[in-house]
Structures are given as structure tokens and as C-alpha cells.
């Protein structure tokens, strides 16, 4: 009987530190909002008075601009890789919302392109002009916490120039601010992972919510239960603290979209008029796995289109 006893104690703690090596070796995944928040924790957070829009500080770093050639359903424009460094610069936490929005609104009596011509696009099987639809009537039911959309280039920077008059210098970001906060120090083709399949967690994006609408679709195989834009701050944020980076509405870069842009990455590429094709980023509600990566870039023909799936968010510069 003793013998058995002490057998069965050695097994114990054999078995005990057989399973902490093993965890020395390949600990355990933490929780996204653990991992997140060891990052969060150094980012600094500012919240602009009038709005209300909350900023987190981007800090000052490098990293690879691009997609290697290995990575899936990477596109011609995406490279070549090419190493990028930038100054510490402030970001919006969300995509603009409807309530932000209406507050520059409501102080300067702005309005949007798609109110004063009378249209926007929306898609419904396939993009169509439909009269009507603005900021305020989107084409479907949205709250004040929902990204802004049906918004121009030109909508967009009319905002940041109000806001720039107040206090702080306000802008869209360039592409390469852009994917720089997307990554968030990491360099896959997602902030979370390279499994699309994981995207529902982190992104508002084409799922089996949308396929139940649009049957032939190729979509991402999980469910995030939302058809169009989703309130803005319903998924895991990336390490820098920043929500729905990818998925919910395409965001507008400040620069011109130039197919060839990397391999004269020293030059600036600035919008120039309304026939100039403007880089947008980030994807949305509609966006298939492809698109949903902090690599790819897209644009639209002209910088006054506005449409059901494209908003934006802001950056802020102190002033010296």
C-alpha cells in the first residue's frame, strides 16, 4: 500500500513539472484584451473638447511598409517591402461617428456633397447611384454611435480644417500612417493573425451575416451579426488601442492612390482635384477576406464619391 502511495505521488509531480516546462515552452495564448492591454497601457489617450473624439498617440518607430511575396491574396501594389519611419503622431480611436459629425455640422452649417447633389451610391446586389442618401439617411437604420458614411475626400478634410481652427492641427492620414497604426508593432497580414477566419473578433466585415442577404458571395467563415456598419468600438481593438483599424467602414488617406507608390516611397503624393484617384484603407461590411489586411490598398476614382461603405477617421498633430 505505502509503495503504491509513493508511486503515485512521484507520477504527481513528475506529471506537474512535465506540464510547467511545457508551458515555459509554449505558453498559453492570452486573452486579446490581455495581450492588448500591455500594450495599451504606455499609449497615450487625448480627448478633443468639442466633439468629444478621443485620440490615441501613435508612438514614433519604423516599420516594413508592404507585403512580403509570400503572403496571401497579396496584390501587385503592395510592394516592394520597404522599411518606413515616422514621427509620434495622434489617431482617432474610432472612425468618425454620426454624433461627431453632427456637431461640425451643427456649429458651421456645412453641407456634404451628397446632400447638395441630391444622391450617394449604395449597394443592393450590386452599386448604384440612389437619390437621397446622406450622412443622415445612410439606406439602412444607423445610431449616433455608428461610423459616418456618404462622406467626400473633401467632407472629410472640412471637418479636420474646423477642428484645426480651434485648437489642434487635424488631418486624414497618409497610407503609410495608416498601415503603420494598423500593424500596431506587429507584421502580420492582420494585427490579430493570418487566419481571416479569426476576423469577427477584431472587424465588422463580409461574413455569413451579409451571405445570408447575398447568397453568392465568398466570405469570411464566421459571424460578426451585422449586415451593414456596425457602432463603432464592438470588436477587440488592435495593440495600439485602436478600434474597427480594419472592417466596418474604408477610411480616406490623405494622399493620392499611385499604383507603383513603392518603389519611389521618398516621394509625396498629394490630391490634387476631384478626377484624382484617392488611397483608401482598412476595408468594410462588404469587404471579402483579400481586403481585410493591413497590407492592402485600394482606392476610389475621384475624391468627391461617397458611398454606404466609406467613412473616415482623423489624425491630430500638436502644434509648436
Given at each position: 500500500m505505502k509503495k503504491r502511495l509513493l508511486i503515485a505521488v512521484y507520477i504527481f509531480w513528475v506529471s506537474l513539472l512535465v506540464y510547467i516546462f511545457m508551458r515555459l515552452i509554449h505558453p498559453a495564448a492570452p486573452e486579446p484584451t490581455q495581450a492588448?492591454?500591455?500594450?495599451?497601457?504606455?499609449?497615450?489617450?487625448?480627448?478633443?473638447?468639442?466633439?468629444?473624439?478621443?485620440?490615441?498617440q501613435m508612438p514614433k518607430g519604423c516599420f516594413q511598409m508592404g507585403s512580403s511575396l509570400k503572403e496571401d491574396s497579396r496584390g501587385d501594389d503592395e510592394g516592394p517591402l520597404h522599411t518606413v519611419c515616422l514621427e509620434a503622431f495622434w489617431m482617432?480611436?474610432?472612425?468618425?461617428?454620426?454624433?461627431?459629425?453632427?456637431?461640425?455640422?451643427?456649429?458651421?452649417?456645412?453641407?456634404?456633397?451628397?446632400?447638395?447633389?441630391g444622391y450617394s451610391w449604395f449597394y443592393d446586389g450590386e452599386w448604384k447611384k440612389r437619390g437621397g442618401l446622406h450622412w443622415k439617411n445612410p439606406g439602412f437604420v444607423q445610431t449616433d454611435s455608428h461610423p459616418v458614411i456618404h462622406v467626400t475626400y473633401h467632407d472629410a478634410?472640412?471637418?479636420?480644417?474646423?477642428?484645426?481652427?480651434?485648437?489642434?492641427?487635424?488631418?486624414?492620414?497618409?497610407?503609410?500612417?495608416?498601415?503603420?497604426?494598423?500593424?500596431?508593432?506587429?507584421?502580420?497580414?492582420?494585427?490579430?493573425?493570418?487566419?481571416?477566419?479569426?476576423s469577427c473578433?477584431?472587424?465588422?466585415?463580409?461574413?455569413?451575416a451579409i451571405k445570408q442577404k447575398y447568397t453568392a458571395w465568398t466570405v469570411h467563415s464566421c459571424n460578426d451579426s451585422f449586415q451593414f456598419t456596425a457602432p463603432v468600438g464592438r470588436f477587440f481593438p488592435n495593440q495600439f488601442g485602436l478600434n474597427d483599424i480594419l472592417g466596418n467602414v474604408w477610411e480616406w488617406c490623405l494622399?493620392?492612390?499611385?499604383?507603383?507608390?513603392?518603389?519611389?516611397?521618398?516621394?509625396?503624393?498629394?490630391?490634387?482635384?476631384?478626377?484624382?484617384?484617392?488611397?483608401i484603407r482598412g476595408g468594410s461590411w462588404y469587404s471579402r477576406p483579400q481586403f481585410i489586411r493591413c497590407a492592402n490598398r485600394d482606392y476610389v476614382?475621384?475624391?468627391?464619391?461617397?458611398?454606404?461603405?466609406l467613412g473616415f477617421r482623423l489624425v491630430m498633430y500638436l502644434r509648436h
Amino acid at each position: 500500500m505505502k509503495k503504491r502511495l509513493l508511486i503515485a505521488v512521484y507520477i504527481f509531480w513528475v506529471s506537474l513539472l512535465v506540464y510547467i516546462f511545457m508551458r515555459l515552452i509554449h505558453p498559453a495564448a492570452p486573452e486579446p484584451t490581455q495581450a492588448i492591454s500591455k500594450i495599451n497601457s504606455f499609449i497615450d489617450t487625448w480627448t478633443e473638447p468639442v466633439t468629444k473624439i478621443r485620440f490615441r498617440q501613435m508612438p514614433k518607430g519604423c516599420f516594413q511598409m508592404g507585403s512580403s511575396l509570400k503572403e496571401d491574396s497579396r496584390g501587385d501594389d503592395e510592394g516592394p517591402l520597404h522599411t518606413v519611419c515616422l514621427e509620434a503622431f495622434w489617431m482617432s480611436e474610432n472612425e468618425i461617428t454620426v454624433q461627431q459629425f453632427s456637431r461640425f455640422i451643427q456649429e458651421t452649417g456645412y453641407q456634404t456633397q451628397a446632400e447638395k447633389e441630391g444622391y450617394s451610391w449604395f449597394y443592393d446586389g450590386e452599386w448604384k447611384k440612389r437619390g437621397g442618401l446622406h450622412w443622415k439617411n445612410p439606406g439602412f437604420v444607423q445610431t449616433d454611435s455608428h461610423p459616418v458614411i456618404h462622406v467626400t475626400y473633401h467632407d472629410a478634410l472640412a471637418m479636420a480644417q474646423w477642428l484645426s481652427a480651434m485648437n489642434r492641427r487635424y488631418s486624414l492620414p497618409t497610407e503609410s500612417q495608416w498601415e503603420y497604426a494598423c500593424r500596431a508593432g506587429t507584421n502580420c497580414s492582420r494585427f490579430f493573425g493570418d487566419n481571416s477566419d479569426d476576423s469577427c473578433q477584431y472587424a465588422n466585415v463580409a461574413d455569413k451575416a451579409i451571405k445570408q442577404k447575398y447568397t453568392a458571395w465568398t466570405v469570411h467563415s464566421c459571424n460578426d451579426s451585422f449586415q451593414f456598419t456596425a457602432p463603432v468600438g464592438r470588436f477587440f481593438p488592435n495593440q495600439f488601442g485602436l478600434n474597427d483599424i480594419l472592417g466596418n467602414v474604408w477610411e480616406w488617406c490623405l494622399n493620392i492612390y499611385v499604383h507603383q507608390a513603392y518603389l519611389h516611397p521618398e516621394k509625396s503624393y498629394a490630391v490634387h482635384n476631384e478626377r484624382t484617384p484617392v488611397a483608401i484603407r482598412g476595408g468594410s461590411w462588404y469587404s471579402r477576406p483579400q481586403f481585410i489586411r493591413c497590407a492592402n490598398r485600394d482606392y476610389v476614382a475621384s475624391s468627391a464619391r461617397r458611398s454606404a461603405d466609406l467613412g473616415f477617421r482623423l489624425v491630430m498633430y500638436l502644434r509648436h
